[in-house]
């Protein structure tokens, strides 16, 4: 079983691929379209601006992801890979996300400090294949300056200068806000979950 | 709610932690992978490993240190000292590092902030700051393990830091480091309420009582602790729960 990691110059892969290399899966870091489409499930991390996002519109990495998400291959959104499976970002409004999700992403507001980081709550609501096992109130390490708004999908809120969207999770399609890689404990069994769902 | 953070810091050189030798009463106590794991497994909710050698020799070793050592956490991991250019930082990142911390080579040279940041991303930048009181008032940044001084004002530095993209703040009271008697929460204060991005507090702590006061005093987001965390003498467990009661949101238990 391969699991895609998407290379789109968006910030640093190493530690997402570690942590799927301490849980004995089978990661690879690609940029390549063709070995995206031949892999068994894809993650989309990526962090800083929206309009990184850019290089997968150019790459033919959005297509290839497109694809393999309508094959049902699931794919897990990281930080700003969550978020550009939202519609939008107001952080960079030209550019168009997956739009599996409604909605535009959002700065926080100003009378909180930007970026949210550190250890915050999940509150879950609603049954996730991801989030299974993963008690309510579960701490879980964030690091981001937008956020997504709370949708149909969501499936866990955070509260920082309002409610967010945490976790997103639609069929085989799943978004988290929060770095997994770096939560510990709860971050390591929520991507066991990914890496045992089946096609 | 967002809880403070406890970040446990690893002095090391030449591939050994230089202070810790009795923290839970591991037999390997200057090994810097077993150290930070030790810390993440006892509830540190992050890791700084501060690279204080002072030759090229010592300091070949430390990417494989950071591979080792980040190899073993689950949790954020930061690496700081003697990063001078974004070469440093790509080859410390690439070594599996999540943020750097800058100092010295960002205060001759400020672009090296926003060099970072637009290729890594603010949230994986650290500025570094050593902040001496050198007036009622004032407050003055050190360059180079605070041997230097740099004419410049800390808290005019961390507003400058900010907007060139910095995504943290650490301040290091240089009255207070290694004195055990508290935080400054004076100029945490200043400093944390000057910049809208989370400031980290270092330097003075001795007790469960000095990370309440800089939480609640000196607004800091985060507290950074050495030796009081090594050895043994304050326990996380213990100072979680301090905190705890004392009504500021921690993580724990974790």
Not at chain 2, 211 to 218: A, I, Q
């Amino acid at each position: 079983m391969t699991i895609a990691i998407v290379d789109y110059g968006a910030g640093n892969l190493a530690s997402v691929k570690k942590a799927f290399d301490t849980l004995g899966a089978k990661a690879i870091v690609t940029g390549e379209p063709e070995r995206v489409s031949k892999a068994e499930k894809v993650v989309v991390p990526g962090v800083g601006h929206f309009a990184a996002t850019v290089a997968l519109d150019v790459s033919g990495l959005r297509e290839a992801i497109e694809g393999a998400i309508a094959r049902g291959v699931p794919a897990l959104g990281i930080c700003l890979g969550m978020q550009w499976m939202f519609a939008s970002s107001s952080e960079a409004l030209e550019l168009d996300g997956l739009a599996i999700f409604a909605g535009e992403c959002t700065r926080f507001p100003a009378e909180v400090k930007a970026p949210h980081v550190g250890w915050n709550q999940l509150t879950r609501m609603g049954g996730s294949r991801l989030l299974n096992g993963v008690p309510d109130a579960s701490y879980v390490y964030f690091t981001h300056s937008y956020r997504a708004p709370v949708v149909q999908q969501t499936v866990a809120t955070c509260e920082y200068g309002g409610l967010f969207s945490a976790v997103v999770e639609q069929g085989n399609v799943f978004g988290v806000q929060f770095h997994p890689e770096k939560s510990g404990t709860v971050g390591k069994h929520l991507l066991e979950n990914f890496c045992g769902l089946s096609c | 709610m967002l809880t403070k953070r406890i970040i446990a810091c690893l002095d090391v050189t030449g591939g050994r932690v230089v202070k810790g030798v009795q923290f839970l009463n591991l037999r390997d106590a200057g090994d810097p992978a077993d150290l930070a794991e030790a810390h993440s497994a006892a509830g540190a909710d992050e890791i700084v490993l501060l690279d204080i050698s002072a030759t090229a020799e010592e300091r070949t070793t430390l990417l494989d240190t950071v591979r080792r050592t980040a190899r073993r956490l689950f949790i954020p991991f930061t690496v700081g000292g003697g990063i001078r250019c974004l070469g440093d930082a790509s080859a410390v990142f690439d070594a599996g590092a999540d943020k750097v911390s800058v100092n010295s080579a960002a205060l001759r040279d400020p672009n090296l902030i926003s060099c970072i940041a637009d290729r890594f991303g603010s949230q994986a930048v650290i500025v570094a700051i050593d902040a001496k009181r050198t007036s009622e008032q004032q407050y003055e940044a050190f360059a180079k393990g605070g041997r230097t001084p740099t004419g410049k004002d800390a808290q005019a530095w961390a507003k400058e830091a900010e907007q060139r993209g910095a995504g943290e703040i650490l301040l290091t009271s240089m009255d207070r480091d290694g004195t055990r008697s508290g935080f400054d929460c004076e100029i945490t204060r200043r400093i944390a309420d000057s910049v809208r991005i989370p400031v980290i507090a270092s330097g003075g702590a001795g007790s469960a009582a000095h990370f309440v006061e800089v939480f609640r005093e000196g607004h800091a987001d985060a507290a950074l602790a050495a030796s009081i965390l090594h050895y043994g003498t304050t326990p996380m467990a213990e100072l979680k729960q301090t905190l705890r009661s004392a009504g500021i949101p921690v993580r724990w238990p974790c």
